[in-house]
Nanobody, 126 residues
Framework: QVQLVESGGGSVQAGGSLRISCAVSGYIYSVNCMGWFRQDPGNEREGVAAIYTTNGSTYYADSVKGRFTISQDNAKNTVYLQMNSLKPEDTAVYYC???????????????????WGQGTQVTVSS
């Protein structure tokens, strides 16, 4: 089992920045990829960013490319999502996920992930 705990969400004005964190514990060697997903009421869950923990390869949704950065701190077993130039449409609950992901084209597919955090709210006001 892998446990994930998100933190760092909050409210910010459009154009601002936030960094959210995901603390990972448990049998971390059972996963090779960490992802960030988001969902707001009325919309489907969206894969935002992913990082392969083995080689650091990263993947981003087109909607956040150039604005968001996913990173990992192996010493702290923590994954981060730095969000810059935030827009109101970025408002959502952001979830951290962990899984063993094979093909890279599945890295932003939520159904491929086995473990999920409880989510943290990010609200961007105009």
């Amino acid at each position: 089992q892998v446990q994930l705990v998100e933190s760092g969400g909050g409210s910010v004005q459009a154009g601002g920045s936030l960094r959210i964190s995901c603390a990972v514990s448990g049998y971390i060697y059972s996963v090779n990829c960490m992802g960030w997903f988001r969902q707001d009421p009325g919309n489907e869950r969206e894969g935002v960013a992913a990082i392969y923990t083995t080689n650091g390869s990263t993947y981003y949704a087109d909607s956040v490319k150039g604005r968001f950065t996913i990173s990992q701190d192996n010493a702290k077993n923590t994954v981060y999502l730095q969000m810059n130039s935030l827009k109101p449409e970025d408002t959502a609950v952001y979830y951290c996920a962990a899984g063993w992901i094979g093909p890279e084209n599945l890295a932003l597919k939520g159904d491929e992930y086995a473990f999920w955090g409880q989510g943290t709210q990010v609200t961007v006001s105009s």
